[in-house]
């Protein structure tokens, strides 16, 4: 069962997929796995896949949990093999509402190899102070 931050986070990961007006295989199946680790049923799954939330508002978040939220929205944004402009930007308002210097999307994008943990080192510099 999806807490009530979870279904928003999903909820923007489906739109990020979306925005291109292509929601592609691959990114219905990067946020199923994403959904699985955050603990949706299938129900819960389909009903945000139909009808994703609107508003796209997120409560206070850990800064490890905005990490992975921001990594997470790569993931949809490159499963696919192509990023598209409105993908990016979208992407990129999220990095500035989550504390994040735009910048760190390119940067995500280019080193989606390397491990989570690694990679929140590396994320550290791309705070906003």
Do not use: H, W
């Not at 129900?43 to 796209?56: G, K, R």
């Amino acid at each position: 069962m999806l807490d009530f931050q979870k279904k928003k986070q999903l909820s923007i990961l489906v739109k990020i997929a979306m925005v291109d007006e292509d929601f592609a295989d691959a990114e219905k199946e990067v946020i199923r796995k994403i959904s699985q680790k955050y603990g949706a049923t299938e129900e819960e799954l389909a009903e945000i896949f139909n009808s994703p939330a609107t508003a796209e508002s997120l409560a206070p978040m850990t800064l490890i949990d905005k990490m992975d939220f921001m990594m997470d929205c790569i993931l949809v944004v490159i499963a696919d093999d192509m990023v598209t402009s409105s993908e990016e930007y979208f992407a990129r308002q999220m990095a500035t509402r989550l504390g994040f210097n735009q910048d760190v999307v390119a940067f995500l994008i280019k080193n989606k190899d390397v491990s989570r943990e690694e990679m929140r080192e590396l994320m550290l510099p791309y705070l906003v102070k």
